[in-house]
Each structure stands twice: as structure tokens, then as C-alpha cells.
Nanobody
Framework: QVQLVESGGGLVQPGESLRLSCTAS??????MAWYRQAPGQQRELAAL??????????DSVKGRFTISTTSRDNVKNTIDLQMNSLKPEDTAVYSC?????????WGQGTQVTVSS
């Protein structure tokens, strides 16, 4: 059973930055990702990192968010999400996701609030 623990959420003003981190209890060779769910909205993918370490982003965050890992191969247990130029519409609960040997795992989520 993989456990995912997120950290780094908080309250910031528009235009500011935050960095989220997700640590897995095991090394993950597969996909890891950050999803987000705004109040009254469906959960959506923000960014993911594939098993070959390539990355993909939602159109709404491209150019502002960066997903990364310190791993130099595809076996990772920590991913970060650097969020710059935050907007009020980025306000959501951000959850870490991992796919590991055909099973899906989710973290508890961390709140990000962007407000003046």
C-alpha cells in the first residue's frame, strides 16, 4: 500500500508563488501527478510526470507551473509542483496521484488559496 503525503499549500496573493511537494512511501516507476479540485468543480489534472520523466500540463497552467522530481531515473518517490504567477482561479485542493503496479493511489490533498 503506497502512501502519498503532500506539503506546501497555503494562502498567497495573486501573482505570488508556492511550491508543493509529494513524498511516496515507495519508489514509483510509473506515473505521478498533481490533480486539483476547486469548490463546486470536478477534479482535474494539473500536471503529470511519466515513467520516462517527460511531463504534461493542463492548458490553464502551462508556462506557470512546473512539475519535477529529483530522481535521475524513472524511479521516484518525491515530486514537486512549482506554481508561479498564481491566479485566484488556481484556488483548489491539490492532490498527489501515483500509479503503481496497476493500482492508483491518492494523497489527502493540500489547500491552495489565492486571494488578495
Amino acid at each position: 500500500q503506497v502512501q502519498l503525503v503532500e506539503s506546501g499549500g497555503g494562502l498567497v496573493q495573486p501573482g505570488e508563488s508556492l511550491r508543493l511537494s509529494c513524498t511516496a512511501s515507495e519508489k514509483i516507476p510509473g506515473i505521478m501527478a498533481w490533480y486539483r479540485q476547486a469548490p463546486g468543480q470536478q477534479r482535474e489534472l494539473a500536471a503529470l510526470i511519466l515513467d520516462n520523466l517527460s511531463t504534461k500540463y493542463a492548458d490553464s497552467v502551462k508556462g506557470r507551473f512546473t512539475i519535477s522530481t529529483t530522481s535521475r531515473d524513472n524511479v521516484k518517490n518525491t515530486i514537486d509542483l512549482q506554481m508561479n504567477s498564481l491566479k485566484p482561479e488556481d484556488t483548489a485542493v491539490y492532490s498527489c496521484y501515483a500509479e503503481h503496479f496497476g493500482r492508483e493511489y491518492w494523497g489527502q490533498g493540500t489547500q491552495v488559496t489565492v486571494s488578495s
